[in-house]
């Protein structure tokens, strides 16, 4: 079994779907936290470790992968959770992709240039933004043998781990609860994949995070 090393901010954020992928498949791994100041000392003395100069990064018996998308799908080939054909896959990262689009907009309500920027870009964010990933999500679940399962094929895959974790901060943070209610299917499937008995431990051992 290779050595995993998984670097990151002392957060949940762009790794936590890579955490949540260990977590299903029970493999053991260092996860590396940083808070800010430890991260400059971190890049500034060892370069080589961080390709383009950010986090996370995965290291895999000393061999370096940057990106946390890039991340995430290699471990989810490893582990067997990216689906089971290339048109799973295909399917496995549709979702990914998707749910990158809340998490822009997410960025964008955080790191506005003023409060009335962030407040238009959340406005924005749970009237538009959401409401319409999610009722492309809930349609796609409901596809796949009535969306009482996972997204795609009959076991969990990566797709339904990074719903978790791109829904957290919209569930625990926003206090928007009406905004995923309104959707049955994936408030069940959150429900579902949040009782899985890896996962289920994950949650309540792992630091807790404002993001």
């Known amino acids: ?25 029970g493999v053991e791994y260092e996860d590396i936290r940083f808070d800010r ?6 890049k500034e003395s060892a370069p080589e470790k961080y390709p383009f100069g950010q986090m996370p990064v995965l290291e895999v018996d000393g061999e370096v992968i940057s990106e946390s998308k890039a991340i995430a799908r290699y471990l989810a080939n490893d582990f067997g959770l990216a ?19 809340i998490a822009n907009g997410l960025i964008e309500m955080w790191f506005g240039k003023d409060e009335a920027q962030k407040a238009e870009a959340k406005e924005k964010c749970l009237t538009k933004t959401i409401p319409t990933i999610f009722s492309a ?17 009959d076991s969990l895959t990566l797709a339904d781990l990074a719903f978790i974790a791109h829904t957290d901060y919209h569930v625990d943070q926003l206090k928007e609860a009406a905004t995923l209610s309104a959707f049955p299917k994936l408030t069940a499937l959150r429900e579902r994949v949040l009782e899985q008995p890896n996962i289920k431990k994950w949650i309540a051992a792992r630091p807790k995070t404002e993001l």
């Open 37 to 42: 100041e430890q991260w400059q000392s971190e």
């Open 137 to 153: 999500l809930e349609k796609l679940l409901t596809s796949n043998n009535g969306g009482d399962g996972f997204f795609v094929g």
């Open 1 to 25: 079994m290779p050595t995993y090393k998984l670097k990151y901010f002392k957060e949940r954020g762009l790794v936590e779907p890579s955490r949540l992928v260990f977590a299903a498949a």
């Open 83 to 101: 689906g089971k054909s290339n048109l799973d896959k295909a399917k496995v990262d549709m979702v990914v992709d998707a749910l990158q689009d």
